[in-house]
């Protein structure tokens, strides 16, 4: 039979919600700080090919958007502000910048250049599609009816990514043949493979995961495939693209917060979660790893994020101006 809590005397109920709120906290894992391997993992090879292509090394790209940063005050304050509305530390925006253009782009040497491109790409003619049929066109196929039912921005993006990789990735549907390519490559990169855009290096498929995030925080509209030009302004623009990185900082921390990992005090983890992705896939699988008896109990960090929590005593220097 449930308790009536009207029936308790009030030293109990204290005592009784005192309990309660002890076993929530121990079912919370607290991730500790700092990078779980002692050396950095292997770094990707087509890493390793941007940096040989360019005629520069990971250090010099490391110390060029220390360098950017520390100059930027404008991007700095941005970046403070940012990490306050969505309620995360800002190293995790450092990191997650410092990951990026250390491992993949490099940084501009100013970044009001990503304003000019922000207004070429604007007024682009183009559209999300894959052997000549749009995402959206695409998305109401049967195989993705689990997903119809979801309504949040994050939930309803990840699930379809998740339903191309179990349903359509590498295999032939219907005499059509698809590709080993991620959703995120089929389908929106409509000029060249690996695309990324702007200070963020964002996704057009990240910002539409986020995107109810970004416009219940800070009141920009919502996103739609049907409007690629408006995703890659905002993706684009420095002072729209800062917003979209904590929201996916944020997102992230949600995801593993919701299967009982607290990685907000761990830069490196969620520096680690901007490259790959998929945080709610990936939370889920920790879940259930670290459920099984000798199973993975903490969240690890690959290159990138290894970097970021290897290097934190200077990057939070930046923020301390220094």
């Not at 099984?292 to 990057?315: M, Q």
Request: include cysteine; charge should be neutral; charged fraction near 25%.
């Amino acid at each position: 039979m449930p308790i009536s809590l009207s029936k308790i005397p009030a030293i109990c109920l204290v005592m009784f919600l005192s309990a309660a709120s002890a076993d929530a906290a121990r079912d919370m894992v607290l991730v500790p700080p700092g990078n779980r391997f002692s050396e950095q993992p292997a770094v990707p090879s087509a890493s390793a090919l941007r940096a040989k292509a360019f005629a520069t090394t990971y250090e010099e790209k490391y110390q060029k958007i220390l360098t950017v940063l520390r100059q930027d005050k404008s991007l700095m304050q941005q970046i403070r502000k940012a990490a306050q509305a969505y309620g995360i530390d800002p190293m995790h925006i450092v990191g997650a910048l410092v990951g990026e253009h250390t491992y993949n782009i490099t940084i501009v040497d100013r970044v009001q250049s990503y304003y000019v491109k922000a207004l070429a790409y604007s007024k682009a003619d183009f559209s999300f599609s894959y052997k000549g049929v749009s995402v959206q066109s695409f998305v109401k196929k049967p195989e993705f009816a689990r997903c119809d039912a979801l309504t949040a921005s994050n939930d309803l993006w990840e699930c379809r990514d998740e339903v191309w990789d179990e349903n359509f990735r590498g295999r032939t549907i219907d005499d059509v043949s698809y590709e080993n390519l991620t959703f995120q490559r089929a389908f929106f990169q409509p000029f060249y493979a690996g695309q990324t855009f702007g200070l963020g290096q964002i996704s057009p498929l990240t910002a539409l995961e986020v995107t109810d995030l970004v416009h219940a925080t800070s009141g920009l509209p919502k996103l739609s495939p049907d409007d690629p030009q408006a995703i890659y302004r905002d993706i684009m623009d420095p002072s729209r693209s800062v917003l979209y990185i904590a929201a996916i900082i944020k997102d992230a921390i949600d995801a593993y917060r919701d299967q009982g990992f607290d990685i907000s005090g761990n830069p490196g983890l969620t520096a680690t979660l901007y490259n790959v992705g998929q945080p709610r896939r990936r939370a889920l699988a920790l879940r259930q790893d670290a459920d099984r008896p000798g199973g993975r109990k903490l969240p690890e960090e690959n290159y990138y994020g290894w970097l970021v929590n290897d290097k934190l005593p200077e990057l939070r220097g930046l923020l301390n101006g220094s």
